[in-house]
């Protein structure tokens, strides 16, 4: 899958993204105001933090919206989310020209009147997931609902929820060969993202079969 590394199991992208795809390209161009890159996030050295499912989101724009943000909007709001470490806004530079490295997804994950944004910030070289983000129309201003940074992850939109993809190591594993991931199922309700389900898959690891030595002399 895009944003994991590895050659685990591969899940397709859901119907509400390839929808949301479609809502990005008829959408029109606006400006967020606030939108600077100023803010260092929670924190400027460490780990990246686990997920964030405050009932208390901080906003991350100013403007009414009045549809959802297309791509390069969504790049802005991720750039001025208080709620984004500063590890992940200095990975959101350009890998080529004005192509971030950015995947945006629509859908309807928080009953809202407009469509909920999901992001997830990825590598440029080799697409590995840094981090995810929902955010959610709120009081006239787009502000964040959920974030995840604890790469590889992946973010999706599935039947009306959220379903987070993280890979897991265990010690001695490669960057590139993580032992497995969990696949962890929210659900919105009374003002926040909660666990609902979650489910471990275990790689495996495929035996390479040695040749036999030749027969003596």
């Given at each position: ?91 959101l530079q350009p890998c ?80 590139a060969s993580p032992s ?38």
């Amino acid at each position: 899958m895009r944003g994991l590394t590895g050659t685990g199991p591969t899940r397709a992208r859901t119907a509400a993204r390839a929808a949301g795809t479609a809502t990005t390209a008829l959408a029109a161009a606006v400006l967020f105001a606030g939108c600077g890159t100023g803010g260092t996030g929670a924190r400027d050295e460490g780990p990246a933090h686990a997920d964030s499912v405050a009932s208390a989101p901080a906003a991350a724009a100013s403007a009414q919206p009045s549809r959802t943000p297309d791509r390069a909007e969504a790049v802005r709001l991720v750039k001025a989310d208080p709620a984004v470490s500063a590890e992940v806004k200095r990975e959101l530079q350009p890998c080529v020209a004005d192509e971030y490295p950015v995947d945006v997804s629509y859908g309807d994950l928080t009953r809202g009147d407009v469509d909920d944004v999901v992001v997830n910030v990825l590598t440029c070289g080799d697409a590995v997931g840094v981090g995810s983000y929902v955010y959610r129309e709120q009081d006239g201003a787009y502000v964040n609902a959920f974030s995840a940074e604890e790469p590889p992850v992946y973010a999706e939109i599935d039947r009306g929820d959220l379903v987070v993809t993280k890979q897991v190591y265990d010690p001695g594993d490669p960057v590139a060969s993580p032992s497995g991931e969990n696949v962890i199922t929210y659900r919105w309700g009374s003002g926040r993202f909660t666990e609902k389900y979650r489910t471990h898959n275990d790689y495996g690891q495929v035996a390479v079969a040695e040749p036999s030595p030749g027969p003596a002399g």
